[in-house]
């Protein structure tokens, strides 16, 4: 299920052409099915809105996380008086990137009224 349209995508100032974007939409629902471990299927109508404005910032998320991985890597600072840059390392950049997806998905959940982000052990034991 891809959680977000193009036309939504576009309504939040995406920038991105449509055949790139159902490309990168599908890669970012199949990411906020993980992340929820598969619960915002089930609450797909109910958080309609705010799985639509994860989904179309973490299309974005990933695009440029894997610009970064295809590019010499991800800079990490750069100074200009004696001209030195630094980059991060592909680790580096997949944890940044894990955390933006999650902060992204977080973000627009907000209170999460269905605890889809809920990751800890059931206490009915």
């Known amino acids: 299920m891809v959680y977000c349209t ?7 100032g ?4 449509e055949e790139d974007f159902s490309l990168w939409a599908a890669r970012a629902s199949r990411k906020i099915d993980q992340l929820t471990l ?16 994860a989904c179309g910032q973490m299309v974005d998320i990933l695009r ?6 295809i590019s010499s890597g991800a800079l990490a600072s750069a100074s200009n008086d004696g ?5 991060r390392s592909p680790e580096e950049t997949e944890k940044a990137c894990q955390r933006a997806l999650y ?23």
């Open 14 to 17: 995406g920038a991105m052409a």
């Open 6 to 12: 193009y036309e939504e995508y576009q309504a939040m």
């Open 64 to 69: 440029n996380a894997q610009t970064a991985r």
């Open 103 to 125: 902060r992204a998905l977080s973000d627009a959940l907000g209170t999460d009224p269905y605890n889809l982000l809920y990751q800890g052990v059931c206490g009915c034991w």
């Open 83 to 87: 001209y030195s840059e630094s980059y």
């Open 38 to 53: 598969g619960r915002a299927v089930r609450y797909a109508q109910q958080q309609k809105d705010e799985l639509a404005e």
